[in-house]
């Protein structure tokens, strides 16, 4: 079945870097642009980044470019998340997530089950 | 960056009841509108695209209307199931947004 599953969530201090993964099965991937969303605990949904399904294209919530960067392995159906210069308000659980539509933009109706993301000194 | 305000932020409402959430963007986004419905410990769920489209198996309970600036979904009569919290989505412009959320709870 179609599924996305997120790994690398840690805990650590601020300024460390930090690397996410999410595994896609169960669809032609490199169809795909490929999105991340944040949740902060008790907090709602933040937009992060997304990347086209050919890598060529990349787009980031305002205040986290230059810190964070979007990528791809089309061989491995993977989408990974570079965070970098990590602060205690990156704290959340990491959502990757697919476009209902790989022509358009419409809506995610594929989500990872999330990984734990926790910055604290 | 397009804004999107949802209101209100909380609810309270019974079984049966008719539920309106308003989701306001900052500029126009033509439909290009999502709602999701999150219940705790769990990733959002799709429930309305094109800021009128039931995604599929969703409850026909459920409806959204709107353009422009001004969305809103709709719970003809709610179910002990739907009470969650309901985020909108802009995804006419990057970066893309969501709203701030509203939480439906049992009165």
């Known amino acids: 079945q179609v599924q996305l599953v997120e790994s690398g969530g840690d805990m650590g201090q601020p300024g460390r870097s930090l690397r996410l993964s999410c595994a896609a099965s169960?669809?032609?991937?490199?169809?795909?642009?490929m999105h991340w969303v944040r949740q902060a605990p008790g907090k709602g949904l933040e937009w992060v980044a997304v990347i086209s399904f050919d890598g060529s294209n990349e787009h980031y919530a305002e205040s986290l470019k230059g810190r964070f960067t979007i990528s791809r392995d089309n061989s491995k159906n993977t989408v990974y998340l570079q965070m970098n210069s990590l602060r205690t308000e990156d704290t959340a659980v990491y959502y990757c997530a697919r476009d209902r539509s790989y022509y358009d933009r419409t809506g995610y109706n594929v989500w990872g089950q999330g990984t734990l993301v926790t910055v604290s000194s | 960056d397009i804004q999107l305000t949802q209101s209100p932020s909380f609810l309270s409402a019974s079984v049966g009841d008719r539920v309106t959430i308003t989701c306001r963007a900052s500029q126009d986004i033509s439909g290009f509108l999502a709602w999701y419905q999150q219940k705790p410990g769990k990733a959002p769920k799709l429930l309305i695209y094109g800021a009128s489209t039931l995604q599929s198996v969703v409850p026909l309970r459920f409806s959204g209307s709107g353009s422009g600036t001004e969305f809103t979904l709709t719970i003809s009569s709610l179910q002990p199931e739907d009470f969650a919290t309901y985020y909108c989505?802009?995804?006419?412009?990057?970066?893309?947004?969501f709203g701030g959320g509203t939480k439906v709870e049992i009165k």
């Open positions: 169960g669809f032609t991937f490199s169809r795909y642009s």
């Open positions: 989505q802009q995804v006419n412009n990057y970066p893309l947004t």
